[in-house]
Structures are given as C-alpha cells and as structure tokens.
C-alpha cells in the first residue's frame, strides 16, 4: 500500500464479512425506501456485489457501508449523483452486521414504522429534507450535526421556523395517518433540545433587572418551545428561568411572588391546558408583570387581560424584550 494512501480493509478480513442483510433489512438500517435501494443500483451502482440472477439480493458489509456513505452525502445536502460519486471513490470499512442485526425480527416481519416511505416536506428546504432522512434513519448524531449546522448558518428562529417546526408537522401527519413513528418524534425532540441548549449563551450580566419566568401551563407538558424562546433571549442578553414542564398553579405562584419576574411566559400546546383562571390567579406584586399566552392551545381560547397572546418565536421574542428591557 503507497504511503499516505487511506487504510481499506477488505471484507474477508473481517469477522462479520459472511453476514449479508437483505433488501428490506439494509432499508430498515437506512431508513429508506427499499425501492430507493433498488433504484441507487440501477442507476448508479450501488448495489449488492454478490447478486447473481437467480438469487435474492444479499447485501455485504462493504456493500452497506458504501450505502451508508452515501446517505451521508445526501444529508448534507449533496445531490442523488453527487453522493453516489462520493460513495463510491471513498475508501470505506466494512461495516459490522452482526446477529444481532439478523435476529429478533429484524429481517422478517418486523414493523418498520419509522423506516420505508419518508416524510411528507413538499415545500421544506434542504436542511429540513436532511433532517427528516436521518431522523426516519434514527440516526440521532446526523440530526443533532444538521441542527447545529443549520442553527450556526442562519440562527435559532430560521431553524426552528424553517426545519424544526416543518419536520415535526410532518411526524405528526405521520403518526395520525399509520399511528408509528412515536419514536422517531421523540429523538427528534431530544436532539433539538440538546442542540437549542448548546446555542445557549449563559447571561451573567443580563439587561434585564428582574427576570423572565419562562413555564408551561398545569398539566401541560410538551414544553420544548420554551427552549429556542429561552435561546433567543439569552443571545440578546436578556436572563430567563425555565420552570419546565407541567408547573402547577400554586408553584407558579410561589415562583412569581419569589422572583418578582418583569415578564412571565405560559406555554399550552393543547387547548385543554390553556385555563385563563390560571393568568388570572396570578398574584399582584407592587412591580408590573408582563404576561404572555404562548401556544396553539391558546389560538381558540380566552386570554384574559393584562396577559398578551404571542404567536411565532421572532414576535414572541421581540415582544419579551420589549416588555423587561
């Protein structure tokens, strides 16, 4: 091997290198169409290399680590040809498919509820498109890789507008049509959470004077869009207290009477948890509080005055900052 050429390794030399998945199997692995895999070998050759006619296409490890090279490429943006040219010039590593990929109903049978057909984004952009593959792939690492590029490019509100909130749309339409990919919904939501955290500047000198109380309403627990609302402020200075997820109302109120907050945030996804008895409920202290209703619960429901209903995470953000700053 000349000097500095990348190390291969060939297939025999590896202990896995008898072990060959099928079609459905290497689709479920990729979180794709087992079509798609029959057309990537038609048209650009990456296919079984032990197939003969006859018999039922078996893929290699060398053969599925080509694949996988290649959904890379494509998550990044690269064109179908693109990422096949990639795919095949790289040097590449046998992947390890061992039995435990090969039993427990991985080959036959099993339910792919997050594989197979992809996600519905019609009018999402490349780096939702991304998003939604590696996510149906479950391959958390190339979500949270997308996220951060995505967030450091064009910031918290693009991302959240423009890939977060389309690829999450498209898992619900997903679950309400097949009742799967509750999984899939659910990664999805940790590696947003962890990439909106790591965007999170901590704000030891805010502008603000009194803090903002950012918390979901009682009972309410999907409380993840707190978090780019609380990405937002901290980049512009501005100190915020999450208080989670499902605050019950008592607590709330302790929270506010010990904080004295310039602004508090009350998040409800659902309309059931949008109670306007809870803003009313409220207590007075001898400093105004500003009050925002966040949340599609709120859409269709009272939102009591003083409290202010906010929409978008750019308003949303704009809105807060006017109100303590």
Not at 227 to 237: C, D, E, I, M
Not at 248 to 271: E, G, I, M, N
């Amino acid at each position: 091997m000349p000097e500095g050429e990348p190390e291969t390794l060939a297939a025999e030399d590896d202990p896995a290198h008898s072990v060959t998945l099928s079609v459905a199997a290497v689709a479920r692995r990729l979180g794709v169409a087992p079509a798609t895999l029959r057309t990537w070998d038609r048209r650009y050759g990456l296919g079984p290399s032990d197939h003969t006619t006859g018999r039922h296409r078996k893929y290699a490890p060398l053969d599925v680590a080509r694949l996988e090279l290649m959904q890379r490429a494509l998550l990044r943006g690269a064109s179908s040809a693109e990422a096949a040219k990639y795919a095949l010039a790289s040097p590449v590593r046998p992947v390890r498919v061992g039995q435990a990929l090969l039993t427990g109903g991985e080959l036959d049978g099993a339910s792919a509820s997050a594989g197979g057909r992809g996600l519905r984004l019609p009018s999402a952009n490349r780096r939702a498109r991304g998003v939604g593959r590696a996510a149906l792939a479950m391959d958390s690492a190339a979500v949270q890789t997308l996220l951060a590029d995505a967030i450091e490019a064009d910031g918290v509100v693009a991302t959240w507008d423009e890939v977060v909130r389309p690829v999450m749309s498209a898992l619900a339409a997903r679950w309400d049509q097949s009742g799967g990919g509750v999984e899939v919904s659910h990664l999805v939501e940790e590696c947003v959470l962890a990439a909106v955290l790591r965007a999170t500047p901590v704000v030891t000198s805010p502008r603000n004077h009194r803090p903002v109380l950012l918390a979901c309403m009682p009972d309410e627990r999907h409380n993840l869009p707190l978090y780019p609302l609380a990405a937002v402020l901290a980049q512009r200075g501005i100190g915020a207290r999450q208080l989670g997820a499902a605050l019950p109302s008592d607590a709330l109120a302790v929270a506010v009477r010990r904080t004295a907050p310039a602004a508090v945030v009350l998040w409800a996804q659902l309309p059931r948890y949008a109670d306007p008895g809870v803003v009313t409920a409220l207590p007075r202290t001898r400093q105004q509080v500003r009050i925002f209703a966040g949340g599609p619960g709120w859409e269709r429901g009272v939102v009591p005055q003083p409290a202010e209903r906010i929409n978008d995470l750019a308003s949303a953000a704009d809105a807060v900052e006017r109100a303590v700053c």
